[in-house]
């Protein structure tokens, strides 16, 4: 179907009105189409969606073609974006099953790496668990200053303090 400039024009001026138009006005609209009158028949303007058509009476009939240009490539890079969204929620459920993360609101806690616990599970460890690791350390460290007193004391020579 081939527009002359006068439509062309038209289709201009309708989608600047709409788009300009407050969300409240749209919303209040009688319905979700708009009719504007053109030479051979008028232009449907989708308020939802934005698509515009260019209707005529054919035999008794009336038919709506839609008008090429935006957007079918805004429903393709729709379609891609909603494909690409798809994949990458995927993905991250794939990778929280994977390190034993649960969803908020699940109201399940990951079980530690125990036998006959989950196998890929995450926690972090409890107070308890965190001060017999520091104790651990503590013990460990006093063990290495005394060795190293001990060998000072047993080459005769003492080292000053940091």
Excluded at 6 to 15: D, E, I, P, Q, T
Excluded at 74 to 93: F, H, T, V, Y
Aim: positive net charge.
């Amino acid at each position: 179907m081939q527009l002359n400039a006068r439509n062309s024009a038209a289709v201009l001026v309708l989608a600047c009105t709409i788009l300009a138009a407050p969300a409240s006005a749209r919303d209040s609209a009688a319905g979700r189409y708009t009719m504007h009158p053109a030479d051979d028949g008028f232009l449907r303007l989708d308020t939802m969606t934005g698509a515009v058509s260019h209707c005529q009476k054919d035999s008794d009939k009336w038919k709506c073609q839609p008008m090429d240009g935006a957007q079918s490539s805004d429903r393709n890079e729709i379609a891609r974006l909603e494909k690409q969204n798809s994949g990458l929620k995927g993905e991250i459920k794939r990778l929280e099953e994977m390190i034993g993360l649960k969803g908020p609101g699940d109201g399940k806690r990951a079980d530690p790496l125990r036998p006959g616990g989950q196998k890929h599970s995450f926690r972090l460890p409890s107070e308890k668990e965190v001060d017999q690791a520091l104790n651990y350390f503590e013990k460990m460290l006093r063990k290495f200053q005394d060795r190293l007193k001990r060998l000072e004391r047993e080459q005769g020579t003492e080292t000053k303090p940091l």
